[in-house]
């Protein structure tokens, strides 16, 4: 059995591909802990089964969860084919359509019996939506104004965690939805929506200490480049002493900074990848 890292892009190519088929966010997420979930049982083949083709299946199998109009077997083939070759012409119907076609359908039967039909998982897309409704009704001046584009950069950031699922499985949904929405009013500068303020209402027993580590490690594993090492690092850091106050305060400012930086370089790829997605089309 491999390691996360190099599962990560496997978990990229589910990202991508739902973003090109416009999936809703949660088939995304559903997708993406399958796959994660198949990928940890020692009794998958991996020198056997092309991942991507498993992944791909993960796709159709969350489709059907979750009932998303827009995940069909022949669409998913086909991005998926585009994906994973970019330089080659589009697939056209003939052996080859066939095969593939057959062989994902196969495939959705195999996902199946590795999650054992275990089809359901916690995730923070309901928590996320309920804060950010009551937010905006309790800061109306800053978060009212700006509605949309926390909605917007909530969502990116949800998305983008998915490509890191064992993140989403170590912590509990309403914990995550709170150290999300904390790095969307960072990237978005609303520096009038204090997180004290407001996340002690969700949770009652808050720390902030722990929902900085949660978004450190959210910027290292899904917007980092240092893979293992930034994982045993973060490992460590959760089982130490924790920092002092000041010293802590200082690196949020400097956290706050880099999430800014990565939710716009996030944006700038999200952008680009749906206007090559809607010229394909």
Known sequence: MTTSANHRPIFEFIVELGIR???DSLTVAF???????????KAFPGDQIC???MASACVLVAGKVTNDARINTRDVMNM????????MAPLEIGDLSYALREGLVEMELVVL???????????????????LRLLRD?????????FDDACRVSAMFLQDLYAEPQIVLDHKPRTLAVALLSMAFSSLRLTD?????????????????????????????????NGDREREDEDTADKTTREGEEAQTAKEKGEDEVIAAAAAKRRKTVDAERKRSAREW
């Open 21 to 23: 088929l416009q999936a």
């Open 31 to 41: 997708a993406s802990v399958y796959c994660h979930r198949v990928l940890r049982q």
């Open 51 to 53: 991942p991507f083709t």
């Open 80 to 87: 998926a084919y585009s994906v994973l070759h970019p330089q």
């Open 113 to 131: 019996r590795f999650l054992r039909f275990r089809l359901n998982f916690e995730h923070p897309h309901q928590d996320l939506i309920l804060m």
């Open 138 to 146: 309790w800061y109306p001046n800053s978060l009212g104004r700006r």
């Open 193 to 225: 929506v204090v997180e004290e303020d407001w996340a002690t209402t969700f949770m009652p027993k808050y720390d902030g200490r722990h929902i900085a580590r949660i978004k450190r490690k959210i910027v290292d594993r899904v917007y980092g480049n």
